[in-house]
């Protein structure tokens, strides 16, 4: 229990030093400062949920993604939702969506694991070498690749982290 939290925490710890956001977040009692806190707090009450949280959980972690979604400019929403859909045996179809638009907003987390899916495979029927390739060099090009942290090796470290031991089929 303790190291999908921890991998949960990390994660979204990355995502709250960067906010997205056109208003100044240093005038304490902001309205816009107080929403943006707000957002991210449902973000982070989501990913404990998806990442270490049981079935119950499901229905209000996605609540909250919902609510944080408006504050969301690095994909971190649709990544975990592609994580929930992972956990609860979501359509494969929605949950590459999901991964796929959290990858396009350049989150390297859902690069790393849409890699993982089509080179292993994991959750599709076949491996995919061209597509995973192409999520590798995407990965490459992302600015988090050209800091050299997460490395492309220690974004599938955390990612394997937050998957469930043994994921369920997803569905068609």
Known sequence: MKTPLAAAL??????????AS????SETGSACRQQHLLQQNDLIQAQILVTSGGEEGFELAAALLDRAEGGDR????HFYRGLLGIRSGAA???TLAQLDTAASRQHPHAVALLYKIYSEP????????????QYRDAYAELDVARSGYP???QAL????????????????
């Open 10 to 19: 990390l994660v979204a710890l990355g995502g709250c030093a960067a906010p």
């Open 22 to 25: 056109y208003c100044d977040l």
């Open 74 to 77: 690095r994909g971190e929403v």
């Open 92 to 94: 494969l179809a929605d």
């Open 122 to 133: 994991y959750l599709v029927a076949e491996a995919d070498p061209e597509r995973a390739r």
């Open 151 to 153: 490395s492309f090796e």
């Open 157 to 172: 470290v955390i990612v394997e982290r937050l998957l469930p031991p043994q994921a369920s089929a997803v569905s068609p």
